[in-house]
């Protein structure tokens, strides 16, 4: 393998796994401020909240 194909190859890898973890925040901050089941109120008891896990 050459030197710049290598470092093409991980440069592509690189920003592929940023853009996974950047959509994964993004997400979670969207269902966070939508209500989502998902979240619970932060500070809440978690006998308050009845769930279960």
């Given at each position: ?27 979670s ?6 209500g989502?089941?998902e979240?619970?109120?932060v500070?809440a008891?978690?006998a308050?909240?009845?769930v279960?896990g």
């Amino acid at each position: 393998m050459t030197a710049p194909e290598f470092w093409d190859r991980t440069l592509q890898n690189w920003q592929s796994e940023l853009l996974a973890v950047l959509s994964m925040v993004v997400l979670s901050i969207y269902l966070r401020q939508r209500g989502s089941p998902e979240s619970k109120p932060v500070g809440a008891a978690h006998a308050e909240t009845g769930v279960e896990g």
